[in-house]
């Protein structure tokens, strides 16, 4: 069919043409890459990519950070690390784990991983149960294991060592259940050089085992995985439980190997009594209504 236009006054040509530019201009905008920083905030992560690339201890090379981090699946998540500054440990709901439905997961768990749970036992001398505890409280055996990207968790976090960030993060969490300024400048100037610490691990970790940055998730804080570890921690207590020649934490073999090294690694042994064992776990979380729960649920599962 021939074009109506061109049947038509060469002043319609000019429109068509005019038209024609505005779609090519609009498709060109399009197609430029999103930086890695909200577009909301335009905040970018340039700094710590710097920081990252000249940290020698980090031995990054440059083609490796500009490569992580000029993506889009890397942002300023001011959603996800607002939870870290709002989170009141005391209000969890512990209890709800030492519940009739709860232990009977956690029985159900032992006896569909009895075996890789046998031989965490066997291998480290750590108690099955006190394993499936952990993962019970941590994940629920991975049905919540987190959905916030680590890589811009931890990113975030970096960055708020700038005080100039920081301010303007603080105008971005909610009110409610927010802690005082005073507390989140504190809190925010000692977690931004934890969370850098962090990074490193995650980068180190990712690249080593050649997994995609941007797909994993984890909490607020940054643990990820069934066990919830946190990068420094699976670089150096996490374990190839499947012997697949590589740590996946998402894999439940991987997880209760390393829960159990983990415990022993911090004092766990066969026959310890339960002040030991509280001393123990609670190096996994420093909580004691979490300790206090994982132990309840590790007698449950003893006597049951």
Known sequence: M???????????????????????????????????????????????????????KANFTPEQINRIYNNPGVFFDIKGVSSYFRHQEGKLNYDQFLSTKSIKK?????????????????????????ITAIMLVETRF?????????????????????????????????????????AYEKKAARKSKWAYKELIAFITYVEKEGMDPYNINGSYAGAMGLAQFMPSNIIILAEDGNKDGSVNLFHHEDAIASIANYLKYYGWKPGITREEAGKVVYHYNHSSYYVETVLNITEKLKTG
């Open 2 to 56: 021939r074009n109506v236009l061109t049947l038509l006054p060469d002043s319609f040509s000019h429109i068509n043409n005019w038209i024609n530019n505005v779609f090519l201009i609009i498709l060109l905008f399009a197609a430029i890459p999103t930086t890695a920083c909200s577009s909301e905030e335009n905040i970018s992560f340039q700094t710590l990519e710097t920081r990252l690339i000249n940290d020698k």
């Open 106 to 130: 956690a029985n159900d768990y032992m006896r569909a991983h009895h075996a890789d749970l046998l031989k965490a036992e066997i291998n480290y001398g750590v108690d099955k149960e006190v």
């Open 142 to 182: 991975g049905a919540y294991v987190g959905n916030r990207p680590v890589i811009s968790i931890l990113s975030t976090m970096a960055v708020l060592e700038d005080k100039t960030i920081r301010d303007r993060f603080w105008k971005k969490i909610p009110t409610e259940n927010r802690v005082t300024r005073e």
